[in-house]
């Protein structure tokens, strides 16, 4: 509790305050006496020279003493808080009228406090006091002829020991008592507000602590109020943001574990499918091999060869899109025209076009634009994609691959009248291994990797791939490309 930070908050603000309120007594008694001694001061200005008349006839001859303590009796039952002293020119003490109970300390007076009064400087003026060394007193002084010798002087200490100390003037004062208590008061009230403020902002600080050790101990929706616009607030967003980042990262690792987890499994089965279907057909060749007639051993061995380039297909694919998931293919970007690339693809697919009966057309505009990109990479996902739409478009269907010049982008467009792609897979399609007809039957169709590949070449180019499909009339692919500008240069590796 004492190590807390309100603890310590609190203790520094009490120590402050009671700093102060000692600082502020000081300063405020010092303030008071002085004051006292100003208007003492000021109000006894004259007194020592009313006083001269009364004492010089008995300073004649010799000093009266016995006279002037008749006078300065009759006189102090009025004022008590004065004592009167004789000087001479240099501020030795002739003789002194103090109470007979206080000794005399100092024999000398300091003349420069008597010059400056004298002169009728601004009061207040303090001088020494010879009952107390330590300490200055307000005075009155008056020029006095003593025994013939003229300009010594009638020096009168007053308020004497009246306020000799700031407790005595303390203990004597009502008024100061009461502005004492007042301010005391005041002291306490703006400690006690101090505590409960400090105590409400540490209290956020608890909050911001608690939530913090809560999500630490895995409750990964705990998030701390951020309302307030001041520092706690901002660290309460900062500490949201960062929980927010953290869960999400967490929830993509999570995803690619769950990923990485269905990968093997898609991998193992695709690659155990082809390999028992080998071995299958190898080990029925070699054991029958006496009684196989040549055109079924043909049949069997081409079967075999067939699921091996299959499975050969199917590695190379692999490796492919691992490499460009990886990132370890930078496309290499170089100015070309578009056209030409679509018409060779095109051609190259025209045999397998019309083995199964399907028009397969390239409509490519008059002007031949030139577009920014990897030429390779960008063959490569045209021929998945027009692969795909002879693939799955049955004998008398269409294929369209079509080029629109934009401004500033060409767009190609592979479009087919196949059986179309059902809604609820089209989210899917170009997730790795997916296939819309899960029998994977090879026959029917490929890995599920040539629409993934495709669009991984897209992303590496910072370009979407895009597909409308309706069930029953076809299928569209879309991505478009910059167009080169003069400064498309080929990327250097
Ligand atoms: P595959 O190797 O199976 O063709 P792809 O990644 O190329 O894998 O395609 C994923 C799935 O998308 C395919 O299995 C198929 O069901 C569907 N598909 C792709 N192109 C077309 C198309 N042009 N028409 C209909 N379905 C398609």
């Not at 299959?310 to 293919?329: I, Y």
């Not at 998945?384 to 049955?394: E, F, K, S, V």
Request: glycine content about 8%; some cysteine.
């Amino acid at each position: 509790m004492l190590n807390s930070f309100y603890a310590k908050l609190s203790g520094l603000f009490l120590v402050m305050i009671v700093g102060l309120g000692v600082v502020l007594a000081v300063l405020g008694g010092r303030t008071a006496q002085r004051y006292a001694d100003e208007v003492e001061q000021k109000l006894n200005r004259t007194l020592a020279e009313e006083m001269v008349p009364r004492f010089e006839p008995l300073l004649k001859d010799s000093i009266d003493r016995a006279g002037i303590r008749e006078k300065i009796e009759d006189m102090t039952g009025i004022n008590r808080r004065i004592e009167i002293y004789l000087l001479d020119r240099q501020g030795a003490l002739k003789a002194s009228f103090a109470s007979p109970s206080a000794a005399i300390e100092q024999k000398t007076i300091e003349m420069a406090p008597i010059r400056r009064f004298m002169k009728g400087d601004d009061l207040p003026i303090l001088g020494d006091d010879p009952k107390d060394r330590a300490e200055k007193k307000p005075f009155s002084v008056a020029h006095i002829e003593i025994m013939g010798q003229a300009h010594c002087y009638l020096y009168v200490i007053l308020g004497s020991e009246q306020y000799a100390s700031v407790a005595g003037m303390i203990e004597d004062s009502y008024i100061i008592q009461g502005a004492l208590t007042g301010f005391g008061i005041i002291l306490l009230v703006v400690a006690g507000l101090g505590l409960l403020l400090f105590r409400r902002l540490t209290q956020r600080l608890r909050n911001v602590q608690h939530v913090v050790a809560t999500f630490e101990q895995g409750d990964f929706d705990q998030r701390i109020d951020e309302s307030a616009n001041d520092e706690i607030g901002q660290l309460a967003a900062c500490f949201n943001r960062m929980a927010d980042t953290l869960v999400d990262t967490m929830e993509e690792l999570r995803q690619a574990d769950r990923m990485r987890r269905e990968l093997v499994a898609n991998v193992s089965h695709d690659l155990r499918s082809p390999l028992a279907s080998i071995q299958g057909y190898l080990e029925t060749v070699h054991m029958k091999d006496g009684s196989l007639d040549p055109e079924e051993r043909q049949r069997y061995v081409k079967t075999a060869l067939h699921n091996a380039q299959r499975l050969s297909d199917l590695v190379g694919e692999l490796f492919e899109l691992s490499k460009l998931e990886t990132k370890q293919v930078e496309p290499t970007i170089e100015s070309f025209p578009i056209a030409e690339l679509v018409q060779d693809i095109v051609m190259q697919y025209e045999p397998q076009a019309e083995k199964q009966k399907i028009d397969l057309h390239a409509e490519v505009p008059e002007r031949h634009a030139r577009v920014a990109a990897d030429i390779g990479l960008v063959e490569r996902a045209l021929s998945n994609l027009i692969d795909n739409a002879i693939h799955y478009t049955p004998g008398g269907g269409q294929v369209r691959v079509r080029l629109d010049n934009r401004e500033q982008e060409v767009c190609v467009e592979v479009e087919d009248t196949g059986p179309g792609i059902p809604e609820d897979d089209l989210p899917h399609i170009f997730e790795r291994f997916y296939r819309v007809d899960k029998s994977r039957d090879r026959d029917k169709g490929g890995a599920g990797l040539g629409l993934a590949i495709a669009k991984t070449i897209l992303e590496l180019h910072d370009r979407p791939l895009q597909v409308e499909s309706t069930v029953g009339e076809g299928t569209t692919f879309r991505f478009c490309l910059p167009v080169a500008t003069a400064t498309s240069r080929p990327t250097e590796h």
